[in-house]
């Protein structure tokens, strides 16, 4: 993320860990998977999926509160798109713009700003705004490019990327044990994570997937 969000809806976190109480584990696609929600609950148009970045504490990222979100409803894809700024196809986080520029536009009203930044596509070589036209400041900054990635990208990572991820002791800890127990994904017990997943083959009998749409055809409408 490359500018800090300060939003008052988030309470301080607790010492304890947030609770997954009632609900069942879920099988991420490999240790680095930022996306897919490790507990789920419910069952059909109840099902939802636990942020697996929420859950975490501050320290690590996250806000140190469970956050369950509707996986029928796409409320879990929205989230993970424009909360956090996680790809649903790569479950890394969107690539940032690979340049910046800022562009002059026509006025059309007094409340309208006169240049817009704009950031530099890696994928479609286009320049797509960051902000807004309105002169007001938005909640959420990344929004503009993420409405952009998540139409574009596709699980297209700019190349040269790294260090997505903490690369801490309980990071390593669990990027250990999930290669103990899933020889087939190679190298990701690397002690520096890098930014590719060795994905689970995708055949019937192996990694249970997601039951979650990708809602990019309709993720316009939250906008
Ligand atoms: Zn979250
Ligand atoms: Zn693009």
Redesign the pocket.
Known sequence: SFFEPHDARYPPASCAPPSTSGSTFNMPRSALDLYTPRFVKGIGREKCGLCPICYEPKERGGEGRSEWLSMKFSAFNYHMQYVHGISPSSALPFSPPTAFRRAKRKVNHKNEKSTLLEGH?H??G?W?AMEGVKCVEAKLKEIYWWK??AQ??KGSNAAGESAAHLDDELGRKVIAAYSASHPESGSSGASTPKNTLNLAPRKSGGLKRMDVDDGESNASQIF
Request: charged content about 20%; overall charge neutral.
């Open positions: 596509c994928r479609c286009e797509a952009h990635t574009c990208h």
